[in-house]
């Protein structure tokens, strides 16, 4: 079996993220020119990201004595504010954050309370008020408020995550061999899928999929400029390595996150490159052993963002990336030198279009009166404010779409105004 | 609700019910398609794969030598690199050899012992003449989810399915939950091991010494939430917290102790004091308490609606019809859940018997069942990683403790289609050259081959070009 794919460069490097458990996916929509359209980046960071490892709090009076041994010290901590620092991996956020181009919500969640990966995830993913709220991911919604125009979906990756599911169908690739087109045998099977509802339309997409990539994987070869379809595009990096892996496994690791995020950003830069991006990222579920488990997690988040400014270029003018995560963690340790499922967490929001600000959303501080249900950082923003100010305000879409559309039942979460 | 014709319940049986037909299976199990599977049913459980055999301890322990032998190398590393004065090479290489063997020796252990379990776990399911029984040893293996995401836990997949599912596959449900929550693999994946209990005697002395112990409540809140009463069932983190509590000193014997790698119930980590979980109340007790939990939970009728619909989404549709799901239920409370009268109730319904295949194969059930098309096995875990990775379903490897996912959306994807594709190509290039493919399509899919599928076939212009069609044709995809 010969490798047909035309550009061994990139493709060495995304079947090295594929080995890591990488996938990427786009959903989306032609008719933007890339340069100068707006666009967006959502990462899922899956297993409840714990929000006070990723901006500690380290200016309030709780913060060290409800972390004690995994809570991140002062003097490593990356100084954003009097109250906020970042976590020692994220050196590329603090650069980012001190030009006033990244930002933290530090108390923010999802209307869901169950405190289970899957009902958060799933309400995270639809943008609804509770759990199996819709089919569809509010993403996927976007784009169908967004429409008209031809929309073009690609997953890279081998299952659809639900954010990007619904009725503007998702494509998905990952390198692999390539079709080889002068066979009969995907016209004939085609042909068998007709009657086939679910087959049928996926094959075809499939088909059209890998023809798409080859192609761009060919225009994209030395450097992310160049042209394909619009849309929306989705990573995904299950829980690769062990917490605190070997420093070799944590460079190699970064640097395939770091391009994976580079050529995210080439795809977005194609002529009529995807609007918008999904990518996420698992591992975040750190019972036991956090500190060395959160820090690599930290460094590939950080490197695919990076990655991602810098594959932008001149386009990151024009980006806002949003970096979630299902849920908090406990405002304790547990015993196990880990943390449970909470409810705060935060998000990190980044991009050349971002106005200068300090925290987004109100910071209800560890005192132990003020932690939801004595046990978590009390949430006082809602997620969907997030997005729905992303969306009106940065893309552009129309607020009553949005109300109604994406974010139905979403009247009590305000629209986050005056980000960008 | 009528039944379809004996043929087609002959192809049913061995599509749906079992791991795709190897050749002769439809026809033996044409006479009687139900018969054919209630004999697969057996008090004794399901069947052992043919691995090394090695229990959960004798891993354990041989896990510990190696990394007590790599800590050795390092401080041999460290002798050598930091010491002025002459040191005493304890081997004839050089520390910082020494050491990344000993390294390279942990990880060699980890992957010699998953692939071979894994193999001769996919070579009992190409093999088997019992394929309802291998499938619903399966079901139970994703349902007690434990994965690699945890290095830990790795080398004792394995062991875990061999001890804790595949005995219990036809017991009272109780009997398995027991098992598989007091068994080193799940203890271990789900943080178990290492909680204590804040009023308990060890964190007392653990808190006089300046370290921090306490709860984890990961093991406590997915019994919960997937094992048992579902997500759905109303329960609340108090509940969670307090059978968390009920279930601390549930551990595991350390490196240092004989019972290394054995479920060990450490008192002096127990919380004391009665409990209240679900509305219960559980009076003082040490490993009694978390049992009576755990008892109480299998004896839910909320598990048993929970547990009964995974069932009937896992065989028949991802939306399943409420009559089944009522029957397994029905059957599992008059039962006390029974789980070989629940597999019968199964077999015994009219509605897991709709021609219509509902379901796709995941990426396992489609190379395990293009390998009993041919009436073959994979010969070498290579054979299975590879394509099993990139369909999104490696080996041993589910994403969460919810197990792999059990929707045609999240299998029936474009790309997925496309590798399932190459694969077959490539499958058909090794195997189709010797083999009459009419034929083959007859016994793979029997009364569930269509007409076009079966013209496709026929009018291939080559056998390679007519084993791919038949092996991606709609109705071997789907069950």
């Known amino acids: 079996m010969t490798d047909r794919s035309p550009s061994p460069s990139r493709r060495s490097f995304l079947a090295a993220a594929a080995s890591l458990g990488v996938a990427v996916s786009f959903v989306g929509r032609q008719a933007h020119a890339a340069d100068g359209a707006k666009k967006l980046v959502v990462v899922v960071c899956r297993g409840g990201m714990d929000g006070l490892s990723v901006a500690p709090p380290i200016g309030d009076p709780g913060y060290a004595a409800l972390r004690g041994a995994i809570a991140i010290r002062p003097e490593e901590a990356l100084e954003l504010d009097d109250t906020f620092a970042l976590h020692p991996s994220l050196t590329s956020v603090h650069a980012l954050a001190r030009q006033g181009q990244a930002r933290i919500a530090p108390a923010i969640a999802t209307p869901d309370r169950a405190r289970s990966h899957f009902e958060a995830q799933d309400v995270l993913e639809t943008g609804e008020a509770k759990v199996y709220g819709a089919d569809s991911g509010w993403l996927n919604r976007t784009l169908e408020v967004m429409g008209p125009g031809k929309t073009e979906a690609l997953s890279v990756g081998t299952t659809a995550p639900l954010i990007l599911r619904g009725k503007v169908q998702a494509a998905s690739w990952s390198p692999g061999k390539g079709v080889d087109e002068a066979a009969r045998l995907p016209t004939l ?45 989705m990573a995904s990096t299950p829980a690769m390595s062990q917490p605190g892996g070997r420093p070799a496994d944590n460079r190699q690791g970064r640097e395939a996150a770091r391009k994976l995020g580079s050529t ?65 963690r406990t405002a304790r340790a547990n015993g196990t030198g880990g943390t449970d499922h909470g409810t705060g967490s935060t998000a990190l929001v980044l991009g050349g279009a971002l106005k200068r600000g300090g925290i987004i959303g109100d910071w209800p501080t560890l005192a132990e009166p003020a932690l939801f249900e004595n046990r978590d950082v009390a949430p006082t923003l809602d997620m969907r404010g997030l997005f729905k100010g992303v969306l009106i305000d940065h893309l552009g879409v129309d607020r009553a779409d949005v109300e109604k559309k994406v974010f139905v039942d979403s009247a009590g979460a305000k629209a986050v105004t005056g980000l960008v | 609700m009528s039944l379809p014709s004996k043929d087609m319940m002959a192809a049913i049986a061995a599509t749906r019910f079992g791991l795709g037909a190897r050749p002769g299976e439809i026809e033996a199990a044409r006479g009687d398609p139900r018969g054919f599977l209630q004999d697969q049913v057996r008090r004794e459980g399901a069947d052992i794969p043919k691995d090394d055999g090695e229990s959960a301890p004798v ?48 990880q060699r252990y980890i992957r010699q012992k998953t692939a071979g379990d894994f193999l001769a776990r996919a070579q009992l399911a190409a093999d088997t003449e019992a394929a309802f029984r291998e499938r619903w040893a399966l079901f139970f293996a994703n349902h007690f989810t434990v994965s690699q995401t945890k290095q830990a836990a790795s080398i004792v997949i394995g062991p875990f399915e061999r001890e804790a599912i595949r005995p219990h596959a036809f017991s009272r449900f109780e009997d398995m939950l027991l098992a598989a929550s007091t068994h080193a693999a799940m203890l271990t994946y789900l943080d178990q091991a290492q909680s204590v209990g804040p009023s308990s005697p060890a964190a007392r002395y653990q808190t006089r010494k300046g370290r921090r112990t306490g709860l984890n409540e990961n093991l406590a809140r997915e019994i919960l939430e997937l094992h048992t009463v579902g997500v759905d069932a109303g329960y609340s983190q108090a509940d969670v917290t307090e059978f968390a509590r ?81 029957r397994l239920e029905t059957r599992w409370i008059e039962t006390g859940g029974q789980l070989d009268e629940v597999a019968k109730a199964l077999i015994a319904a009219p509605e897991a018997w709709d021609p219509t295949p509902a379901k796709i194969k995941t990426p396992y059930e489609f190379v395990i069942s293009t390998w009993r098309a041919v009436g073959g096995r994979p010969a070498s875990f290579e054979r299975l990683n590879p394509i099993l990775t990139s369909l999104g379903q490696k080996p041993f490897y589910p994403p969460s403790p919810k197990g792999w996912p059990d929707e045609a959306g999240a299998w029936a994807s474009p790309d997925g289609l496309v590798k399932r594709m190459q694969w077959t190509q490539g499958f058909a290039a090794a195997v189709a050259d010797t083999r009459d493919p009419d034929a083959l399509a007859r016994s793979a899919l029997g009364a569930r081959l269509s007409e076009p599928t079966a013209r496709a076939v026929a009018r291939a212009e080559t056998r390679r070009e007519a084993f791919a069609l038949l092996v991606m044709s709609p109705e071997f995809q789907r069950r």
């Open chain 1, 189 to 233: 099977l085609q042909d068998l899928y007709k009657g086939d509802p679910l087959l049928g339309p996926a094959f075809a997409r499939g088909l059209e999929t890998e023809a798409m990539a080859q192609a761009a994987m060919t225009a994209l070869a030395p450097a992310p400029a160049s042209a394909t379809e619009g849309g929306m595009m």
């Open chain 2, 59 to 106: 891993r354990y322990a041989a896990f510990a030598d190696l990394r007590q032998e790599r800590r050795a190398a390092r401080q041999e590393t460290r002798m050598v690199a930091g010491n002025d004065m002459k040191p005493i090479p304890l081997v004839d290489a050089p520390g910082a050899n020494a050491k990344s063997d000993a390294q390279k020796e942990v």
């Open chain 1, 264 to 328: 995210l950003a080439g795809f977005m830069r194609q002529a009529d490159g995807p609007q918008i991006a999904a990518l996420s990222l698992d591992g975040f579920d750190t019972h036991a052993g956090q500190v060395g488990q959160i820090a690599t997690r930290l460094t590939y988040l950080d490197a695919v963002l990076d990655g991602l400014h810098e594959g932008l270029g001149p386009e990151w003018k024009n980006t806002v990336v949003v970096a979630v995560t299902e849920f908090g």
């Open chain 2, 246 to 326: 009920a279930l601390t000193g549930f551990s595991i014997g350390r490196a240092q102790d004989p019972d290394i790698g054995a479920f060990v119930f450490r008192a002096n980590t127990h919380e004391p004091g009665a409990r209240s979980i679900l509305g219960k109340a559980y009076a003082q007790g040490g490993e009694d308490q978390g049992l009576a939990v755990l008892k109480a939970l299998a004896a839910d009728p909320r598990t048993a609606r929970h547990v009964c619909g995974k069932i009937a989404r896992h065989f028949v549709a991802d939306d399943p019809p409420p009559a089944l799901v009522k």
